[in-house]
Structure formats: structure tokens, C-alpha cells
């Protein structure tokens, strides 16, 4: 079965504009989370969402913001991009997200410049 | 506030050597904790639960709830086990773990 997808792979933002990465969870898989990964602070949970409902969520500014599809593709949104935000973004899916078995995607690597 | 701690960032061992790659975690509660592995230009992957209780790839991992530890074990270091692992914590529904820090784990012929 086909695994988690994310896209783009790669992206170059500019500081302030605004950028949206999509993750197509395996299929069947209802729950989906976001992390963020850097070399300093390593790999961080941003939010996770359930039945398209955002059921829990991270210590990042509001300019960070997902949602998902009825399909539970989700997307995140991050405004006002700033250097800081470079980073690599992995979506991880599961089937109900409770005691998980998470399945990660290759991520999508985003430098802001 | 919940935590994980992988105190070491760089473990270098030859091959057949024996391998355990430390893990010790802060949560008051019943916590679940993995195991998660990156091999060089692979997505991250699911290695050990520590409800499952099994060996994978050989390696071996126990809940210690006194020392609030979960280390990695494994008896003879292969090359191909050369990666990052990374342990980390989930607390309750909802999808969110707390990962550490990451371990390279190189394995010398």
C-alpha cells in the first residue's frame, strides 16, 4: 500500500510570505500529525488533527496552522515566514492515533531565505 | 513537563560488539514509549513499542518504570545498523510524542 506522501520535497520561501504543505496519509489512516525537525531543537510536535478536528497541539506561535479533509489529507500553513522557520516538516499517520504506530512521510524540506 | 533524554549524540562501536543506546524519560503517568529509527536518506521509521515487547532487527528495548528508563539493546552491532535512532514518549491520545535528542549510532567493520 502506498505510504505517506507529502508535498512539495523541497521549497524556497521568502521571510514574510506565507507557505502550504499537504500530506496524504496512508489510506484508511484518520489521524495526522505535524513535526518540525532542525539540527538545534531536533524534532518537535506542531499539532495533530482527528477526523478533521484538531485534537492536540504544540508550542509554536499561531502562524502555524494545519486542518484537514474529509479524505484526512491535511495541510499546514505557516504565515509571516521568518528564518527560523527553515526547517524539515514531517506528517506522521495512523489509523485512530491512540497508542501509536506512527508512519512518517520523507518530509518537505523548507528554507526561508 | 514531559521529557525525554538521550544523553548520548555520537555512539561509535565495531561490529560485533554489543550495542545500548540510553534512553530515560520524565512523566509522572503510564507512558508508552518507542523507539524510531532514520537510516542515511530514509524517512524516519517505527523500530520497538515497548507494549509489544518483541525484538526487531535483534534489538531489544525494557521498560524500566523505577529508573524511568528505556534503553536500546542489542548483542552484536551489524554496519547496517548504522543510523539515528530516536526515542520518544506518547502520553495520551491525541498523537503527540515527545521525541529526544537522537543517537547516531555507528557501527565500525
Keep these: 500500500k502506498a505510504g505517506v506522501t507529502q508535498t512539495p520535497r523541497y ?8 507557505v502550504t504543505l499537504s500530506c496524504s496519509p496512508i489510506s484508511g489512516h484518520r489521524s495526522v500529525s505535524w513535526y518540525q525537525q532542525t539540527p538545534g531543537q531536533g524534532l518537535q510536535f506542531l499539532f495533530e488533527y482527528f477526523s478533521e478536528t484538531q485534537r492536540n497541539k504544540g508550542n509554536f506561535p499561531g502562524r502555524f496552522s ?6 484526512s489529507r491535511s495541510e499546514m500553513n505557516v504565515s509571516t ?4 522557520d527553515s526547517a524539515l516538516y514531517l506528517c506522521a499517520s495512523s489509523l485512530a492515533g491512540t497508542g501509536p504506530g506512527y508512519t512518517f ?3 518537505t524540506r523548507l528554507t526561508v531565505v | 513537563a514531559q521529557r525525554v533524554t538521550q544523553p548520548e549524540k555520537l555512539l561509535s562501536v565495531f561490529k560485533g560488539a ?24 530514509q524517512r524516519l521509521q517505527l523500530l520497538l513499542r515497548h507494549i509489544s515487547r518483541e525484538s526487531i532487527k ?9 529508573e524511568t528508563s528505556f534503553h536500546l539493546k542489542k548483542p552484536f552491532a551489524q554496519e547496517e545498523d548504522s543510523a ?4 520518544a514518549l506518547s502520553y495520551n ?7 529526544g535528542q537522537g543517537t547516531e549510532l555507528s557501527v565500525k567493520p
Aim: overall charge positive; proline content about 3%.
Design chain 2, 58 to 66: 535483534g534489538f531489544t528495548a525494557d521498560l524500566n518504570k523505577g
Design chain 1, 105 to 107: 512521510g520523507s518530509g
Design chain 1, 66 to 71: 494545519g486542518r484537514q479533509f474529509s479524505n
Design chain 2, 93 to 99: 491520545q491525541g498523537g503527540k510524542l515527545i521525541f
Design chain 1, 11 to 18: 521549497l524556497i520561501k521568502t521571510r514574510g510570505q506565507q
Design chain 1, 81 to 84: 515566514l521568518e528564518l527560523g
Design chain 2, 84 to 87: 539515528m535512532y530516536y526515542c
Design chain 2, 18 to 41: 554489543p550495542v545500548e543506546l540510553k534512553c530515560n524519560y520524565s512523566y509522572s503517568g503510564s507512558p508508552e514509549l518507542f523507539w524510531y529509527v532514520q537510516y542515511s536518506r
